[in-house]
């Protein structure tokens, strides 16, 4: 791209769209400015004009996110036929493993949902279509990363915003490298409450039938109805069938 392609102002903005998040749902000037490393009147100018277009609401100091800011991430939803397909058969295999199915996409250090079946909230968030969580310690997160090579998943990894929010989280970076080869040799990630306590998940990578990894899908079900040793007995065979069944198609 040539740099006279690059409008500036445009990314700036984007760059402080970013900057609000699930524990981030109300910013000021300044607190926008440090998340960002932008200078202050570039980013009071950038958050004026989201109120003004009605992606944003302030009350004189503080800007917070209107639902109109949906409209960007439905429109990723919307273009692309993944979700559509991938959904139906999420939600047989949500209705044969008596549990929820998801299924989602990398962006960056996160996952982004594209899909899912509930039968039952097993997590203390809602998680929907365009939820995102890191990927360094969600099942379907270390599934995707470990179809990156070894030097493009420890640059997410040095990117990421990696805490222990369990007692069982990995936070290491060699021994989520390793957690990664050893995913890549059997085909599958298991995580024993490592995103939250009570939550076991197992993940496989869909591929398109050109053999490239487009997504992830996961089955989650409460520690206390299966143990995250018993996860890959109960629950791959189904996993590996809708693997199969989506790489014949996906395109």
Known sequence: MRETDFVSSFAKGLNTIEAFGETRQRLSIAEASKLTGLDRATVRRSLLTLAELGY???????FTLTPKILRLGHAYLSATPLPTIIQPYLDQLSERAGHNASASVL????????????????????????????????????????????????????????????????????????????????????????????????????????GQVVAAINIGAPAAYVAAADMAERYLPLLRETQKMLRLVLR
């Open 56 to 62: 944003a609401e302030y009350d004189g100091k503080f």
């Open 107 to 210: 962006d960056g250090t996160e996952i982004v949902y594209i899909a899912r079946a509930s039968q039952r909230r097993v997590m203390s968030i809602n998680l929907t279509p365009g939820s995102r969580l890191p990927a360094y310690c969600a099942s379907m997160g270390r599934v995707l990363l470990s179809g990156l090579s070894e030097s493009e998943a420890r640059a997410v990894l040095a990117r990421s915003e990696i805490k222990a929010n369990t007692a069982n989280t990995k936070t290491d970076t060699e021994m989520l490298m390793a957690e990664f080869r050893q995913i890549r040799a059997q085909g599958y990630a298991v995580i024993d409450q490592e995103l939250e306590i009570g939550l076991c998940s197992i993940a496989v990578a869909v591929e398109n039938d050109r």
